[in-house]
């Protein structure tokens, strides 16, 4: 239940990363089944990382997209997908 919720959240986090009018390590926030992520993309030179917490409980989250593919930590679980896995996902 535990990695479902965290994916479910990494996919979120994706969906807003990739939105074309967010800004280079700009500070974003939304709000999942009741738990707030703020995190920060950064461009890099082989793609984005998003990294961030999840609150109320400060659980930490570490993103790399690349070729289609997000792959991490999210609260100390790894996570991996496929970007598509993430579109229709919305942020607030």
């Known amino acids: 239940m535990l990695s479902k919720f965290i994916l479910t959240g990494a ?3 994706i969906a807003a990363a990739l939105a074309p ?3 280079e390590e700009a500070k974003q926030r ?3 089944e009741g738990y707030t992520y703020v995190y920060e993309v ?3 030179k082989t793609g984005q990382q ?3 917490r999840r609150y109320p409980d400060a659980v930490a989250f570490n993103l790399a997209v690349r070729k289609g593919k997000v792959s991490g930590v999210s609260g ?3 996570v991996a997908f496929k ?5 229709g996902a919305a942020s607030k």
């Open 11 to 13: 996919v979120a986090t």
């Open 50 to 52: 998003i990294s961030g």
């Open 83 to 87: 970007v598509e896995e993430a579109r």
């Open 76 to 78: 100390g679980q790894p």
């Open 42 to 44: 950064k461009d890099t």
């Open 30 to 32: 939304f709000t999942h």
């Open 21 to 23: 009018a967010q800004a």
